[in-house]
C-alpha cells in the first residue's frame, strides 16, 4: 500500500511540475518574428490592402462626440525600417473639422505578398491644445516588433499580431470570414476579408474590418459593441 502511495506522489509531482514548466515557458516566450530585409519588395500590391503612392482614401464616421473624417494618403517617402524599405502613408484624423490626430505609418510587403507593420510616428492634439505621441512606435527599436495586417492568402481562424511594443501598441487580429459582401456610401462590394481588430491595453477597442480587393484595401469598419461604422466615401488620385 505504502508503494502506491508514494507512486501516486510521484505523479503528482510530475504532474505539477509539467504544469509550471508550461506556466514558465509562457512567460518567457517573447514575440520575435524572423525578419530578412532580402525578402521584401518595395512595392505593395496585396489585392486587399494595396497601397499605391499619390492615392487618398476619405472614410466618415458619425461618433458621439460629433463627425469625424480619416484621410489616409499613400505618399511617394520611404523609411528604412530594419533594413527594409517601407512606404509611408499619411493618416489623419478630423473631429468636427479639428484635426485630433495625425500620423506617418510605415508598411512592407515580403516576396510572399504578406502586408507588414514597420511602426509609427503620431501626434494627438487635445481640446486644452496639449499634444501627445502616445503610441508611436518603430520596429527594431526599444524592443518594439513589426507585425503582419494583411495575408497574401488569409484564412479563416488565422491569429495574429499587428504590431508590437510593450503596454504602447500591440494590436491583434483575427480573420473572420471570407467572400464577404460590404456596402458602404461609395458603393457595393463582394469578396470581402473581414476581420476582427482588438487590442489588450484597451477593451472598447474591438472592431470588425472588411477588406475589398474592388477597393484596394480597408473599406467599413464596424465596432463590435458600438455599431459605430467607419465607411469609406471617396478614393482618388492627386
Excluded at 473624417?69 to 489623419?92: C, F, L, P, Q, Y
Amino acid at each position: 500500500m505504502k508503494h502506491h502511495w508514494r507512486l501516486l506522489l510521484l505523479v503528482v509531482i510530475v504532474v505539477i511540475a509539467a504544469s509550471l514548466y508550461r506556466q514558465s515557458s509562457e512567460l518567457v516566450d517573447v514575440y520575435a518574428p524572423t525578419i530578412n530585409p532580402t525578402e521584401f519588395t518595395k512595392v505593395i500590391d496585396n489585392p486587399y490592402l494595396t497601397l499605391i503612392p499619390g492615392w487618398t482614401r476619405v472614410f466618415e464616421a458619425e461618433t458621439e462626440e460629433g463627425k469625424e473624417r480619416i484621410e489616409v494618403t499613400v505618399t511617394s517617402d520611404t523609411k528604412v525600417v530594419m533594413g527594409i524599405e517601407a512606404v509611408v502613408v499619411h493618416d489623419r484624423v478630423w473631429l468636427n473639422d479639428v484635426l485630433i490626430e495625425d500620423t506617418f505609418d510605415w508598411y512592407a510587403q515580403d516576396a510572399a505578398g504578406n502586408v507588414w507593420y514597420l511602426g509609427e510616428a503620431t501626434i494627438a492634439y487635445a481640446e486644452d491644445g496639449t499634444t501627445s505621441t502616445k503610441g508611436s512606435w518603430e520596429a527594431g527599436v526599444n524592443g518594439a516588433q513589426p507585425g503582419v495586417v494583411m495575408w497574401a492568402d488569409p484564412q479563416v481562424g488565422q491569429v495574429y499580431r499587428q504590431e508590437y511594443f510593450a503596454g504602447e501598441a500591440e494590436d491583434m487580429g483575427e480573420v473572420i470570414a471570407l467572400g464577404e459582401s460590404v456596402t458602404t456610401a461609395l458603393g457595393s462590394y463582394e469578396g470581402c476579408v473581414k476581420t476582427r481588430d482588438y487590442t489588450p491595453l484597451e477593451a472598447q477597442v474591438d472592431e470588425y474590418k472588411w477588406y475589398c480587393p474592388a477597393t484596394g484595401g480597408l473599406t467599413l469598419e464596424e465596432g463590435i459593441s458600438s455599431g459605430e461604422r467607419v465607411e469609406l466615401v471617396r478614393i482618388y488620385k492627386e
